[in-house]
């Protein structure tokens, strides 16, 4: 299971590169508190650089893990595995087209072909989490029994709440859609914004996603924001003032005042919380106003 040994003492680090994601598990819990579970390693390998992350003597590599390399969209579910680049979602035919465009604006192509979804996803940052968030996807982790499955947006409300105190344990295997929640027909909508157009950190990070009924009324609305300063979350009070209403100046005024309040992206040397919030409540009621319309003015 093992390959190689680096040769000199001080970088004496074990590859492992288990064939099942139980294997992983096993070495996992064998080898504790020194291992990492390594994806495409493009964001460990950031963390180990700049040393806000130690490197630990042991690295479980999926790489060898089939169960976490499939793209099917067979039956009643559309399945990525969480081992699947975000080269290849992108280029995905049965990827929700949200996901495709969050793909296409996480950092460059080199990045892109050796960083996995699952590892953007555990970041818990990740670009991709808003359009996932706002598609109704689930996450199915491995946790040593068997998979469980869990909404994304609970998933995200419970990393929100324990902060960086506490590391998630389980593995993450796939991410699912049913078809229902992949909504041919649903206005949908993804901006990143950063400090300049492209291979940049996100500044605001928004996904929207809506359908209006015969009398003009959003249904089904889901809203989400991140940024790389923060856990992207759901917004749920926002949603909650939008299904079933009628676009109108008063709801838009509502809505951009529950989204400042709804969101907390965070701040960094490049934002303040305050100009995050603001952002993305500028960028989803401008969404809003240009595909739900006027019509309640
Ligand atoms: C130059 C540069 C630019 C970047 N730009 C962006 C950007 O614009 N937007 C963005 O979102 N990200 C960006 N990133 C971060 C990173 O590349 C992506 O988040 C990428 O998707 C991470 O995937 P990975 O497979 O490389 O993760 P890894 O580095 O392998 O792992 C990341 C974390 O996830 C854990 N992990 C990985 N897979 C699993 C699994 N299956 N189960 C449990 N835990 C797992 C690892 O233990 C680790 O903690 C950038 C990175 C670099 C170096």
Not at 69 to 85: H, L
Not at 147 to 170: C, D, N
Request: proline content about 3%; charged content about 25%; glycine content about 12%.
């Amino acid at each position: 299971m093992a390959v190689g040994e680096y040769p000199l003492p001080e970088m004496r680090k074990r590859v492992w590169q288990p064939r099942t994601l139980a294997e992983a598990w096993q070495l996992k819990r064998t080898l504790g508190e020194q291992t990492v579970i390594v994806s495409g390693g493009t964001l460990l390998r950031t963390q180990w650089e700049a040393g806000t992350a130690i490197m630990p003597g042991h690295l479980i590599s999926l790489e060898s893990v089939p169960e976490v390399q499939v793209c099917e969209a067979g039956g009643a579910a559309i399945r990525i595995g969480a081992g699947v680049t975000l080269a290849a979602c992108q280029r995905w035919g049965d990827a929700p087209s949200l996901l495709k465009e969050a793909c296409r604006r996480i950092a460059a192509p080199s990045i892109r072909r050796l960083g996995t979804i699952g590892g953007n996803v555990m970041s818990a940052s990740g670009d991709s989490l808003p359009a996932l968030a706002v598609t109704d996807a689930e996450l199915v982790w491995y946790d040593g029994s068997g998979s469980v499955a869990e909404p994304v947006g609970a998933w995200l409300e419970q990393r929100r709440a324990v902060g960086g105190s506490a590391k998630e344990t389980r593995l993450l295997k796939e991410v699912r859609w049913s078809r229902k929640a992949d909504d041919q027909e649903a206005c949908g909508y993804y901006e990143k914004v950063g400090r300049r157009e492209g291979f940049c950190p996100s500044v605001v990070t928004v996904a929207g996603q809506f359908r209006l009924d015969a009398a003009g009324r959003l249904r089904g609305v889901r809203l989400a924001a991140g940024s790389a300063a923060a856990v992207a979350c759901r917004l749920a009070e926002a949603e909650a003032l939008l299904e079933g209403s009628v676009w109108s100046a008063d709801l838009r005024r509502s809505v951009h005042q529950a989204v400042m309040e709804g969101f907390d992206g965070g701040a960094d040397a490049f934002a303040t919380a305050a100009y995050r919030k603001r952002a993305a409540a500028h960028l989803l009621t401008a969404f809003l106003e240009e595909r739900a319309g006027c019509r309640g003015d």
